[in-house]
């Protein structure tokens, strides 16, 4: 569903971050085995350059995931993501973490993710967003549902709606 109206332009206005989730979001959610025991994961530049915009429009942004991975690691640091936690057994409590670390309320950030364990992020955050290919429960708690998948420019799209509607080209 996608919510338009004052209060919620407001409500977009007074945003202050946007926490994402990692895999699904960030990556298409495969999970690419090395021999050695590592992992590697695909991202999209599309989305690198919406985290940029995102950061530019002066949002603060945070990742969160479930997994542990260097290389979420090396391309935080490439986009000068600095809150980044991993392993995170709750997405609510890794987003009201970020937002305490930040001394931002959740209501005045976004969280953005993909599956079921991503609802309580979803619905403590004042914006919700999914990816186009999220679960059917996501999409329907979603504010605002992007019209690509995860991995694919999803984060992209939903920075670029954000700053259309915070008057932002």
Do not use: N
Not at 102 to 122: F, H, I, K, N, Q
């Amino acid at each position: 569903m996608s919510v338009e109206g004052e209060a919620f332009r407001a409500r977009i206005a007074g945003l202050k971050a946007l926490v994402l989730d990692v895999d699904g979001v960030l990556t298409d959610g495969a999970r690419w085995l090395g021999v050695g025991g590592g992992e590697d994961k695909r991202f999209h530049v599309h989305d690198g350059l919406g985290v940029q915009r995102a950061r530019a429009a002066g949002l603060r942004v945070g990742w969160v995931s479930g997994r542990r991975c260097e290389a979420v690691e090396r391309r935080a640091r490439e986009l000068g993501v600095a809150e980044v936690r991993q392993e995170v057994a709750s997405k609510a409590s890794g987003f009201e973490e970020l937002c305490g670390v930040w001394g931002v309320r959740t209501s005045e950030a976004a969280y953005m993710g993909d599956d079921v364990t991503d609802l309580p992020a979803l619905r403590a955050a004042g914006l919700a967003l999914a990816p186009a290919d999220a679960s059917a429960d996501v999409r329907a708690c979603a504010h605002h549902v992007t019209p690509r998948a995860g991995g694919h420019g999803a984060v992209r799209d939903a920075v670029e709606w954000l700053l259309r509607h915070r008057g932002i080209a």
